[in-house]
């Protein structure tokens, strides 16, 4: 009996044993092969060969390290469950970084990345008041960012407004516009326009016969353009227009130091900028100021065509030419020069009939002192007988 209770013992051990075995080779096994690939590619999306990649474990101290190949390709196997955090960088590139990588049981995760020219940190290795500073620029951009997108609104508004005539309206959006802030560069254009438009408001206010008005605007014109030219005094153009603006107050001496600045600027437009400059006096009612600035125009090289015509006109202007005949001679040549390089017919006709009315006025004023000049022969006495 105690046998086969013995017997049964062991047997009943047994067969507990062969079950323990059976259960072990039973279970599955668990792979350990986690992978990290991937490619990196240059700003023109070349590939870019010999970069290094640290994959480096973030929920416990793993690090792991391997390099892109010709094609720009990289894979690292092996790795064991958990995070990663991926950092691509070359010398010469701003390097770059992936984090919170989980590669999955018996596969891969893809991290590709992109390196730009340069030099820089990763984000990852910034200071707590580095990354602080950063965010404040950020926010300093953003609202930058907001006053620009306002001001063109402003800046476009009033250039809509200048050019309906609306000059008042026009003035106010860009006195707007430059309260916002801007870059100087976009601030003198600001300037400029703002200048532009109180020049020709000068203009209007002139014609009404409200010249104290016009000078206040002509002033603040001129105050304007000056402020443009600190921000942008490469631009021959503000110098160009401060020229005219000067030259409708009378200021004629700086209306030719702001001429001969924007002709050194650009050269090739100091013909045109003398005409614009008498031009502007003509439309302003100051016809024998423009005569300086229009004969300056003809003396450029080359000269300007148109300023001939505008000379001989201007020069009409002048009681006292027109009264010496030897003076009217003097527009008769200027204008038959226009005849000569003109290209306006309209202005070549008015030129014709103009030189035909100052030859039969001189005709006429020399007709007129030959009949009342003394005939220069006495009156002969009888000889006595």
């Known amino acids: 009996m105690m046998f086969t209770k013995s017997l049964r013992t062991l047997f009943s051990c047994g067969l507990i044993t062969v079950g323990l075995i059976m259960t072990f080779f039973a279970a599955p096994v668990l792979s350990q092969n986690r992978a990290i690939r991937g490619k990196v590619l ?8 010999d970069v290094k990649i640290d994959i480096n474990g973030m929920d416990m101290k793993r690090n792991y390290s391997t390099k892109t190949d010709k094609k720009g390709e990289y894979y690292h196997g092996g790795l064991q469950s958990g995070v990663y955090h991926i950092i691509a960088q070359k010398e010469g590139f701003v390097p770059d970084e992936m984090k919170g990588i989980r590669p999955p049981a018996g596969g891969d995760s893809e991290v590709n990345f992109k390196l730009n020219p340069g030099s820089g940190k990763l984000a990852s290795q910034y200071t707590k008041e580095e990354l602080e500073k950063m965010q404040k620029e950020v926010e300093e951009a953003k609202l930058q960012a907001k006053s620009v997108g306002e001001a063109k609104l402003l800046f476009d508004e ?60 002509l002033t603040e014109a001129i105050t304007a353009f000056n402020q443009a030219i600190i921000l942008d005094s490469a631009n021959a153009g503000y110098y160009q227009n401060l020229a005219v603006a000067l030259g409708k107050m009378g200021k004629i001496d700086e209306a030719k130091q702001a001429i001969e600045k924007a002709n050194a600027l650009d050269p090739t437009k100091a013909g045109l900028n003398y005409f614009n400059l008498g031009a502007n006096m003509v439309n302003s009612g100051r016809p024998l100021e423009a005569i300086a600035a229009f004969q300056l125009a003809t003396k450029t090289n080359p000269p300007h065509e ?11 202007s002048d009681p006292a030419l027109l009264a010496n005949p030897t003076k009217s001679k003097d527009i008769i040549d200027v204008l038959q020069e226009y005849l000569k390089i003109g290209k306006n017919d309209g202005n070549k006709q008015a030129a014709k009939d103009i030189i035909s009315m100052l030859e039969k006025s001189i005709k006429d004023a020399e007709a007129a002192t030959k009949k009342s000049a003394p005939t220069g022969k006495a009156g002969k006495s009888k000889k006595g007988s």
């Open 306 to 316: 148109e300023a001939f015509y505008q000379l001989g006109v201007s020069m009409l």
């Open 42 to 49: 240059d700003d023109k999306g070349q590939p870019l060969p």
């Open 158 to 217: 009033g250039i809509k407004l200048s050019s309906a005539k609306q000059y008042p309206e026009a003035i106010a959006q860009f006195k707007q516009a430059l309260a916002k802030g801007l870059d100087p560069k976009n601030t003198a254009v600001v300037w400029a326009n703002l200048a532009d438009a109180q020049s020709k408001q000068a203009d209007l206010l002139t014609l009404k016969g409200q010249r104290s008005e016009a000078q206040q605007n």
